[in-house]
């Protein structure tokens, strides 16, 4: 397993809850090439992208969470992290920590956490 992610439970709505991932068995030298995400799936629906990191540190968040969500990662520690503050119920997903390279090509999913809000 390259990626481990945890953190996730159950929340009431407006709370806040801290997703983490984890790279034990990549060198450091490895995990710093690769761009880092969270995605995240709801019953009946597709896989989306919630928060992406770049190898270099730039990062993007879906539309649907931007201003509640942020994303994060420790190098040293090889971690990645999804900070989710003013939960709502429609945020109620299985997330995917997701970490992906171009060259050479790469991809690893973590084993999904779920997070449940309820209302």
């Known amino acids: 397993v390259q990626l481990q992610a945890f953190g996730g439970g159950l929340v009431q709505a407006g709370e806040s809850l801290r997703l983490s991932c984890r790279a034990p068995r990549m060198i450091l030298s490895v995990f710093t090439t690769y761009d880092m995400g969270w995605y995240r799936q709801a019953p009946g629906y597709q896989r989306e992208l919630v928060a992406r990191i770049t190898s270099g540190g730039r990062t993007d968040v879906a539309d649907s969470v931007k201003g509640r969500f942020t994303i994060s990662k420790d190098n040293s520690n090889k971690k990645v992290f999804l900070h989710m503050a003013s939960l709502k119920p429609e945020d109620t997903a299985v997330y995917y920590c997701?970490?992906?390279?171009?060259?050479?090509?790469?991809?690893?999913w973590g084993q999904g956490t779920q997070v449940t809000v309820s209302s």
């Open positions: 997701h970490a992906e390279r171009q060259n050479p090509r790469s991809e690893y």
